[in-house]
């Protein structure tokens, strides 16, 4: 069975661009969180959606946001980019919601790596 | 959300055991603690979880103090493979994971 995927691999922007990140569950997930890893630290939590709706957020500005389709993928939307949105996106799955479920591991893609000029 | 503390980096040699901390002192009486580790240039990979006992899988093994206030991710016969970022995280009910900076592992052949 396919991972999480997560597409592009790799995206270079400027500043005040826009972005949109994509990820596929894996198939019967339906709980999906992103994550932002700066180079040297841990993912940090920005999102979680399950069944369509936003169940949880992190400490992250306006300019972030996201949504899940019927299908359970999910994109993730940066605007306004600064040079600090630099990073690794991470996107991961699970078979419930998270808040429900935290005994159960989360899945994580390969992210996409997000270079701002 | 409980806070965990890791050595920053250690070193094993291959094909020796490896014994990762992991301290948690204010755990709770619900916290599950998970492990996860990331290779280079990969998003992170779900090892082990447990609550109160000590749990082994195909990976690794977790042992958990008898008071849970610190728990140990063994990895019994180390690889280069093995060669990450290991982290030791607290979840409960409604909580989200809280990733810390977690422990690089070096692995010497």
């Known amino acids: 069975d396919a991972g999480v995927t997560q597409s592009p691999t790799h995206l270079i922007k400027t500043r005040g661009q826009h972005v949109t990140l994509r990820c596929s569950p894996i198939s019967g997930h339906k709980s999906v969180s992103w994550y932002q890893q700066v180079l040297g630290q841990g993912p940090q939590f920005i999102f979680q959606y399950y069944e369509k709706e936003e169940r949880g957020r992190g400490n992250f500005p306006d300019r972030f946001s996201a949504r899940q389709f019927p299908n359970y993928s999910s994109e993730l939307n940066v605007n306004a980019l600064l040079l600090g949105d630099s990073a690794l996106y991470l996107c991961?799955?699970?078979?419930?919601?998270?808040?429900?479920?935290?005994?159960?591991?989360?899945?994580f893609g390969d992210g996409t790596r997000l270079s701002i000029l | 959300d409980a806070k965990t503390t890791q050595p920053n980096s250690m070193e094993s040699n291959e094909e020796e055991p490896v014994h990762l901390p992991c301290n948690h002192s204010t755990i709770s009486g619900t916290d599950y603690i998970h492990w996860y580790r990331q290779l280079p240039s990969q998003g992170p990979e779900y090892v082990i979880h447990?609550?109160?006992s000590n749990v082994n899988n195909r990976m690794a093994s977790l042992a958990i103090a008898e008071d849970r206030k610190s728990s140990t991710l063994i990895l019994h016969r180390a690889t280069l493979r093995d060669a990450a970022v290991y982290y030791c995280i607290l979840r409960n009910y409604g909580q989200n994971f809280v990733f810390g900076p977690g422990t690089r592992l070096s692995v010497l052949p």
């Open positions: 991961a799955s699970s078979l419930v919601i998270q808040q429900a479920a935290f005994n159960q591991p989360q899945h």
């Open positions: 447990g609550l109160t």
